[in-house]
């Protein structure tokens, strides 16, 4: 059964392996980072989840910005990636349409999509 949800808090780990696999991050560097992170909580993540196992995740940005004269409520959609050996199986997909679903439902009226690389996320 696959599920897209915020993690658990032991998903985390998993979900931090994930994103070092899928964009080369030596794992103690990046564990530092990620809890660190002045975002960081279970709200804002996601993970798509099969069977137990966490194949793909993001990380989402709440902030407030100016659109001409008035503040905005925007997240930052980051860190989108699928585990190697699960990749072209439509799982990011699934985790962002879900993702995108589940913050219009928060009250969210835009969204931005923040790339690790272009051509990391090209087909």
């Known amino acids: 059964m696959i599920s897209v949800r915020p993690p658990t808090p032991e998903e985390l780990e998993p979900m931090l392996g994930v994103m070092c696999e899928a964009f080369h991050l030596p794992y103690p560097q990046a564990r530092e980072l990620f809890y660190r992170d002045p975002y960081f909580s279970l709200e804002n993540k996601r993970v798509l989840v099969r069977d ?33 050996a699960e990749r072209r199986r439509g799982y990011g997909r699934r985790l962002l349409t879900d993702t995108v679903l589940d913050l219009s439902e928060r009250g969210y009226g835009f969204a931005g999509l923040l790339p690790y690389s272009y051509g990391f996320y090209r087909r």
């Open 52 to 84: 137990g196992q966490v194949l793909s995740c993001l990380t989402l940005a709440d902030v407030t910005m100016w659109i001409g004269r008035a503040q905005v409520r925007v997240v930052g959609i980051a860190n989108v990636c699928t585990a190697e």
